[in-house]
């Protein structure tokens, strides 16, 4: 009987033998969509985090007229009280980085785990969590957030929750398909045959195959949290101190005297505007990769 | 049923004469980097004659037939050949011009009706679209006309109504004779027939075949039948060639290949197609097809060829004539002997003592109910094959055993003890009992997990073993399904389709179960892959003392693998008896229809 199976090793013909597949992120990164917008991010993100050691000044500190654009010896003039515009902006970046990837952690998080709630119960969990997501997305975010800050004390937790609130009805939307269509798959039955935990099986089966859509969500929920979170700055709504650089805070401030002193206005629009063109780019340089557009024809 | 007269002058209808057939000569077709998908190849199909093209997955026949009408999946050209049709070199022609030859003086009849017909777009009026592109006859009454005759030579109802409806509306098999209608419909010289019945029942299978066949005759074009099943094909063509890693290998009249192969890849590939009468023992081919830049410089077969000498790695042997019509692509050719035909020695299943007892079984999806009242005995130490068509409620019975199905009804026991439905209800002593392997290889392993990680899950979680000791049991057990233990560290991605099943095959028997449900596991394998595992399962049943539920809906497969066949219709056992008894004197009209209906390879 032996006679009739193949000796170990055929493999080796028809497979190839070097690693698996690359991975989604270094396929996506292969493409000039992705390189061109990690270097976009990179750039803005570089200046905010190196920014607050390299600037000139104290990010309080008056050291001119207000809204002064030509001071000697300051790169962009002063503000609207004074302060140098350009300690300001190297200041102002850190703030929206962090409160950004906060909001995208916590929202993607929230939505993944309502996913994977909904997408392997096969009851009416899955019915009331879908259901009530389907309530929150008949708010657009901005109003959803304006409406918990103006219930609750603005500070930096309040903003992160309300915006990641504002994420994870969307995200549990999108990586429920995900999860469905997975919990559909031979592997996950053999699972299940096991008798294996629910939970254990979407830790263990479920989670690592949809680990595509998720970081296409994680990216495409950055950049909508950056526009949230300077949006809610610029309304002064971001919780913080009220003469702390930020740049959304640095829009609203600036943009009265915009005619005479546009750099207060102009340094943080294009800043987080690159960010969000660079973190959008990465987003659909991912997504591409895991629709398998970017793939060259089968062999 | 109204066919075209062939009496009546050339002039009142636009059926044009076929007479010329087609000649493909050193065809090749090549990736843009310039490696050869398919090369040499060379055709002849008379006209009013049937080729068939067979080779298993990856051979290219798909390529081949594409190619034929001027065209080639993304990525790859025709890099050289020509392809002669009526004495025009098809290659030759303008992507406007090549437009205008298909779908009139050229045709395809695609795999999946299902996705080839448009489905808001009426059938009739699906047929039409093709005679008014090519405007075909002397107005719109003619091509009213010819519509309805094209659906009387598929044998569909011609009355106005059929031809209203949307593909939705029909079956399978009404789906793909319309396929075949349009197809025909302008009375092509080339029909390409691409694998047109591997998604429909055999019954179906047969009634569409003839079709084809009496269409190819009447008409008196040329048609290609490709197909990776040599038993479908032996019984619808004239001649056949084998297709192996890119080129032709053998090429003869049907019934000479099949009987009298002379090279070694035909003779191997007519061992492993399953053989209804039960004639020959099943036998896999070891190894793999190389894929396309990964082939020996030699004869393509060689590393596999247990008749291969040094001199066959040396050059591509060419294409030779070895008897009247007859040619082979092999040195050795003299010494291929046909495939064995031996005296099975059929085994008789230990009667009583069963080990799996399925009594009034009746399972449901939601409100529509699959199983009615069905009762089977599965006796220990034997394969009961389960046999039905799709949609029969086979998967459904086999996933209420495995515990993957809860909304039943009735009573399952294993060995004497009662079996609750869904497997969490179940002892962790019954889950590790009872093992499943899934049908497709691509579905049933998660392409995160190594493949050891997979395989020793069963032992981690109903056995409690870690550590040291699993991954000793793991290697042992790739060890003993013909894989190695360094398999352990690949992801299933890097596996071939064949490779993949066997560590599904793994994976369930390393839990040491006494019960395997095995649910058409070869289905998606090639035959000579298919061969092997059914031997691997047939080795394990012997060692391990293994019972098997063989599922499937390959009447021909079951002859060589069990002892025992229930046959299941609409959810019901419809015929219950040992194998041989079942072949030789089948009872019910159903379980006659099945036997008269599969193609066998011709005897």
Known sequence: ?299 | MSVVDPTAPLSDHPRRMNAGGLQVRGLRVETRAGVAVVDGVDLDVPAGTVLGLVGESGSGKTTVGTALLGGTRRGLRIAGGSVLLEGIDLTTLSEVELRGWRGSRVSYVPQDPTTALDPAMRVGKQVREVLDCHDYGSGPDARAQRVTEAFGEVGLPTDGEFALRYPHQLSGGQQQRVCIAIAFATWPALVVLDEPTTGLDVTTQSLVLDTVRKLTQQHGCAALYISHDLAVVSTISDEVAVLYAGSVVERAPTEQLVHRPRHPYTSRLVAAVPDLAGRRALTGIPGGAPSPGARPPGCRFEPRCTLAVDECARGLPPLVPVADDHLARCIRSADVSPAEVRDRDPEVGRAADPLLRVEGLSARYGKVSVLHGLSLDVPRGTCVALLGESGSGKTTLARTIAGLHRDAEGTLSLAGERLPFGSHERTRQTRAAIAYVFQNPYSSLNPRRTVGDSVGRPLRVLRGVRGAELDRRVGEMLDRVYLSSHYAQRYPDQLSGGERQRVAVARALISEPTLLVCDEITSALDVSVQANLVGLIEEFRHELDLTLLFVTHDIALVRNVAQQVAVLQAGAIVENAPTERLFTDPQHAYTRELLETTPNLVS
Request: aromatic share 6%.
């Open chain 1, 1 to 299: 009987m032996s006679a009739l199976v193949p000796p170990a090793g055929d493999g080796g013909v028809t497979a190839p033998v070097a690693g698996q597949t690359p991975g989604l992120l270094r396929r996506s990164l292969a493409t000039g969509r992705t390189r061109a917008g990690l270097a976009i991010t990179m750039l803005v993100v570089a200046v905010a985090v190196v920014g607050p050691f390299v600037a000139p000044g104290g990010e309080t500190a008056i050291v001119g007229p207000p809204n002064a654009s030509e001071v000697p010896g300051l790169l962009f003039g002063t503000d609207v009280t004074g302060r140098d515009v350009w300690t300001r902006f190297l200041h102002g970046g850190i703030s929206v980085l962090w409160l950004s990837a906060l909001c995208t952690l916590v929202g993607v998080g929230a939505g993944l785990l309502i996913a994977l709630l909904a997408g392997y119960s096969r009851t009416w969990v899955d019915e009331i969590l879908m259901r009530t997501t389907d309530v929150f997305l008949a708010f657009p975010a901005i109003v959803l957030a304006l409406l918990f800050l103006a219930i609750f004390q603005p500070s930096a937790w309040t903003v992160i929750l309300t915006v990641a609130l504002g994420h994870a009805p969307r995200v549990a939307r999108v990586m429920r398909s995900a999860v469905l269509d997975v919990a559909g798959r031979d592997y996950v039955r053999s699972a299940e045959s096991m008798g294996l935990r629910r939970w254990s099986i979407r830790l263990g089966d479920l989670l690592p195959n949809v680990t595509g859509p998720l970081m296409v969500e994680c990216g495409l929920r950055l950049t909508y949290s950056i526009g949230l979170v300077a949006g809610l700055g610029f309304l002064g709504l971001s919780g913080l101190a009220i003469d702390q650089a930020d740049w959304g805070l640095m829009i609203n401030e600036g943009r009265t005297a915009f005619t005479v002193q546009p750099w207060p206005v102009l340094l943080p629009v294009t800043a987080i505007g690159l960010l969000t063109v660079g973190t959008n780019l990465i987003a659909d340089g991912i997504a591409r990769a895991a629709a398998g557009t970017d793939r060259e024809v089968g062999e």
